[in-house]
């Protein structure tokens, strides 16, 4: 199974690499912020028509309009895809986008791969196996404290419309950590956490898609994940803290404030 779930994520992702040079068609979403492109389109169609063809009978949750929220409930396997984390990083040629493809057993996460293209970069994990980086075992880092620290971020695209814009936090972990980072692709920040990059990672409102996948690579990394609230993370949250599990205790109490001022709803908007 894992090696259909790579095959689903580097094809597609060889698919967004060939499209990068030619002319895009860009549209908008929830906000002027908030684009999509012929290149998530035609990725996610590629991605649900080859699973269609190998397992008519599994569900499908995609960014780009197949499925529904209530898939994640269900029973049997169910694929959560994101067919490009980082619209605006690939509009702009930066390197930091990827596909993201999560397979979930009865509602909880299975296998997952998230290729990079730009970066030649494959990394998978199946339950209780470990994950790896281009085949090579990856461990999150040793890193103790925050102020030895480099973590990462992202901002929602309502930022220009709501106070919950992330940039409190930001200036409150700024002040803490020797680095933070704003990479702008969520499924890959996730995926720096497990090979050891980065130290930590927290964002809010992000969706299913941009977590299934990086959820389990972490946590077979050797790291943690949490919802702000220190739950277990379920992937309609939106609110997420991945980290080496040596600083998640000090990264959930200095977003507990704000956690608890804030109602944490999704949809985010
Ligand atoms: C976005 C990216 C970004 C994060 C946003 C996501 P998209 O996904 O992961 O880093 O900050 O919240 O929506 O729109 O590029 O698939
Ligand atoms: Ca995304
Ligand atoms: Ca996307």
């Known amino acids: 199974m894992l090696d259909f779930v790579e095959l689903l994520a580097r094809r597609s992702g060889e698919l967004l690499l060939e499209r990068m040079s030619q002319q895009r068609t860009i549209g908008f979403k929830s906000t002027d912020r908030d684009i999509v492109t012929d290149a ?5 169609h590629w991605l649900v028509e080859t699973i269609r063809d190998q397992y008519p009978d599994h569900a499908i949750l995609g960014e780009e309009g197949t499925g529904d929220l209530s898939l994640l409930q269900q029973t049997g396997y169910t694929w959560v895809i994101d067919p490009l984390d980082g619209t605006v990083n690939y ?7 990827c596909v993201s493809v999560g397979l979930l057993k009865d509602g909880k996460p299975h296998a997952a791969a998230v290729y990079a293209p730009r970066l030649d970069e494959m990394y998978k994990a199946c339950i209780g196996e470990g994950a790896t980086l281009n085949n090579q075992a990856i461990q999150v880092s040793q890193t103790k404290t925050l102020q ?10 309502d930022k220009h419309l709501s106070e919950r814009d992330n940039l409190h936090n930001f200036a409150l972990f700024t002040k803490k950590v020797r680095g933070i980072r704003r990479m702008g692709a969520a499924a890959l920040d996730l995926c720096f956490v497990a090979s050891g990059r980065l130290d930590g990672y ?7 898609w941009d977590m299934a996948a990086g959820i389990l690579i972490v946590q077979e990394a050797g790291g943690t994940v949490t919802n702000y609230s220190d739950q277990t993370p379920r992937l309609e949250d939106g609110h997420i803290i991945a980290s080496n599990s040596s600083l998640h205790t ?14 944490l709803s999704y949809p985010p908007y």
């Open 40 to 44: 998530d389109r035609a990725s996610e």
């Open 91 to 97: 509009t702009q040629q930066l390197p930091f986008f």
């Open 148 to 157: 030895d620290a480099v973590i990462a971020t992202g901002f929602p695209y």
């Open 202 to 208: 927290w964002e809010e409102k992000l969706h299913p």
């Open 250 to 263: 000090t990264m959930k109490e200095l977003l507990q404030p704000y956690t608890q001022q804030h109602q």
